[in-house]
């Protein structure tokens, strides 16, 4: 098993809808959980961090379900700029190791 | 502007043929690494640097070195490349307070005939 496993996707929806995709990690002790955003051929950027309480920032957010080990991504009102990648990042048990998934694939339809 | 850059963006090499990628920021970063990404895998940490003169492993370094002389500066060095080392290639920076937030080069396309 993958230490974060993501569905690639692609997710194709909608603009203006709300779509959501979670991430699974295996080490039931990790502390620290991110997400990040790739555009086409481009580097990954911080999108959020994922707080044990969720995290909001505008039209994003981001939840921690630590029973299941899954974190998720909830985007409302859609628009065609948030077509991208998306990267689950966990913290590993080494100082300064991040675990990245493979990443999920949104492409948003006018 | 703060940034991360690369060198060079594309290479096209053949088996064996040494070559170096060059890494630069100028955010006075202590952290530096190197991954690489390749189709449904997510990122692959090759190296890492915590400041000058102090490197390590991370999940895939076999194949590579690299060297940290100058807090701005993280080669990347294939010594003698093969095809499985045809990837997409990032380096990052990032505070060591903050690694969680790493600024990424543009990338680097190699492919190894």
């Known amino acids: 098993r993958k230490e974060v496993e993501q569905d690639p996707g692609p997710f194709n929806v909608p603009e203006g809808a709300t779509v959501a995709f979670n991430c699974t990690y295996s080490?039931?002790?990790?502390?620290?959980f991110f997400w990040y955003r790739q555009d086409c051929r481009k580097e990954p950027k911080l999108l959020m961090s994922v707080y044990s309480s969720g995290n909001e920032d505008g039209r994003f957010t981001a939840q921690l379900n630590r029973a299941s080990q899954y974190i998720s991504l909830l985007i409302r009102d859609s628009k065609l700029s948030d077509s991208a990648t998306y990267l689950c990042v966990v913290k590993g048990d080494s100082n300064y190791q991040l675990i990245w998934g493979a990443g999920t694939k949104l492409i948003i339809k006018p | 502007e703060a940034q991360v850059t690369q060198n060079p963006r594309y290479l096209i090499t053949v088996t064996g043929k040494k070559l170096t990628v060059t890494c630069s920021q100028n955010m006075n970063h202590e952290y530096m690494s190197w991954y690489r990404q390749d189709p449904g895998l997510g990122l692959r940490q090759i190296y890492y640097s915590m400041n000058v003169e102090v490197t390590d492993k991370g999940d895939v370094p076999e194949g590579y070195k690299v060297s940290r002389k100058e807090k701005r500066n993280f080669p990347l060095i294939l010594e003698s490349p093969s095809p499985n080392q045809t990837s997409l290639y990032f380096c990052?920076?990032?505070?060591?307070?903050?690694?969680?937030?790493?600024?990424f080069g543009p990338g680097t396309r190699l492919t190894v005939l």
């Open positions: 080490n039931s002790a990790s502390q620290s």
């Open positions: 990052a920076s990032s505070g060591l307070a903050h690694y969680n937030e790493q600024f």
